[in-house]
């Protein structure tokens, strides 16, 4: 029981984000021979936690975009009135930043979105169009206890309580209600989606026992859309609480099991032939 406490809590403190144009948004290099990768993170993550994936996938010759959403960059006080209208704008800005780049070198251009990132992107599955993607544990199903989340949503957005997120990582010490009611939106969304079955290449990587998202639930969705799928293992975490959910560095995941996912990440984000 306060394991799952712990991890309600830690659900909690999920979301968070940065606006387009910002000092936690930068490109990592460019060009890049083998295409352009737009990088986004997890909620209430700091951006520069993804730069371990970041530097791999330069070193590969990918040109790497990453991105920083509203109330990751010391905004503190628009990430506790975050709306998902707000994240849905980020992600289209650093999309048409990408996709200038990409068009302008003759480039494909692939998606790397960790956690939450993969439902803001999921939720423009038919406006923003990429050649390939990379889904990291994506925020797309829940476990049975982000029911009693969704009550937080109901409190006014001057309360906030505190993010139980490893310090090292967090963003934000402080979440609040706005934070709850715009992921729960986003998750509605994504519900109502008509995705195409023949539609963009797409692989999840995660472990079967994250504790943040549902791994059951994600594998379905996964099948029913013919994505790829790549199950992690986290027994080499050596992180506070070994929490599974974070994937996204050598701490995480142990050195072998880190070198295995940016090995199967490089091979499936091969270059593709430009069209036109």
């Not at 993607?133 to 982000?146: K, S």
Request: proline share 4%; hydrophobic share 40%.
């Amino acid at each position: 029981m306060q394991k799952t406490l712990l991890y309600l809590l830690l659900f909690i403190s999920f979301p968070a984000f940065a606006v387009g144009n910002n000092s936690c948004t930068q490109w990592l290099s460019k060009p890049g021979k083998k295409g352009i990768v737009l990088l986004a993170h997890g909620a209430n993550l700091k951006p520069e936690k993804m730069d371990a994936i970041g530097r791999e996938l330069v070193q590969k010759n990918f040109a790497v975009y990453r991105v920083g959403f509203s109330g990751h960059c010391g905004d503190r006080e628009k990430y506790l009135h975050i709306k998902a209208e707000d994240w849905l704008a980020d992600a289209r800005n650093f999309y048409v930043e990408a996709k200038r780049i990409a068009d302008r070198e003759k480039k494909p251009l692939y998606l790397v979105a960790y956690s939450f990132s993969s439902l803001i992107y999921l939720n423009l599955e038919n406006e923003l169009k990429f050649d390939r993607r990379i889904f990291l544990a994506p925020g797309i199903a829940t476990h049975y206890w982000y029911h009693f989340i969704r009550l937080l949503g109901f409190l006014p957005s001057w309360i906030s309580y505190p993010s139980f997120s490893i310090p090292e990582y967090r963003e934000n010490n402080r979440t609040g209600a706005a934070t709850i009611r715009a992921t729960d939106d986003l998750l509605k969304n994504v519900k109502n989606i008509s995705l195409d079955k023949n539609g963009v290449d797409t692989l999840v990587m995660m472990s079967a026992e994250d504790q943040v998202v549902s791994y059951k639930g994600i594998r379905s969705f996964a099948e029913r859309y013919s994505w790829q799928w790549d199950a992690l293992s986290c027994c080499e975490n050596t992180l506070p609480g070994h929490y599974h959910h974070r994937i996204i560095d050598e701490i995480s995941l142990g050195k072998n099991e880190w070198q295995r996912m940016i090995k199967k990440m490089t091979e499936f984000l091969i270059p593709l032939r430009k069209q036109g």
